[in-house]
């Protein structure tokens, strides 16, 4: 089992940054998938970012070059750096992690408005 607690989010301006982090409650170096999914309004789910356990990143066409996933294997946790926002990355951000099954933080509200 693998519980996930985030933090981070919450209103910026469009071109603005905002940076989400997730602490694992194991050693993120056991768990084969670290990674990052929203869902805005009306829509379903997507994956934004991911990371392997030897860090290697994939990331959505519609974030590559603006978002940047790091994990902290120290700290057993998992960042997504956001920057050049636009009203479309409106959505919940949630944190989650493939371990025997996939487990999901509990989201963090992001909204890109003026």
């Known amino acids: 089992q693998v519980q996930l607690e985030e933090s981070g989010g919450g209103l910026v301006q469009p071109g603005g940054s905002l940076e989400l982090s997730c602490a694992a409650s194991?050693?993120?170096?056991?768990?084969?998938?670290l990674g990052w999914y929203r869902q805005a309004p009306g829509k379903q789910r997507e994956a934004v970012a991911t990371?392997?356990?030897?860090?290697?990143?994939n990331y959505a066409e519609s974030v590559k070059g603006r978002f940047t996933i790091t994990r902290d294997t120290a700290e057993n946790t998992v960042s997504l750096h956001m920057a050049r926002l636009t009203p479309e990355d409106t959505a919940v951000y949630f944190c989650?992690?493939?371990?025997?099954?996939?487990?999901w933080g509990q989201g963090s509200q992001v909204t890109v408005s003026a």
């Open positions: 989650t992690a493939y371990y025997g099954g996939w487990h």
């Open positions: 194991r050693s993120i170096s056991t768990i084969d998938i």
């Open positions: 990371i392997t356990s030897v860090g290697f990143p």
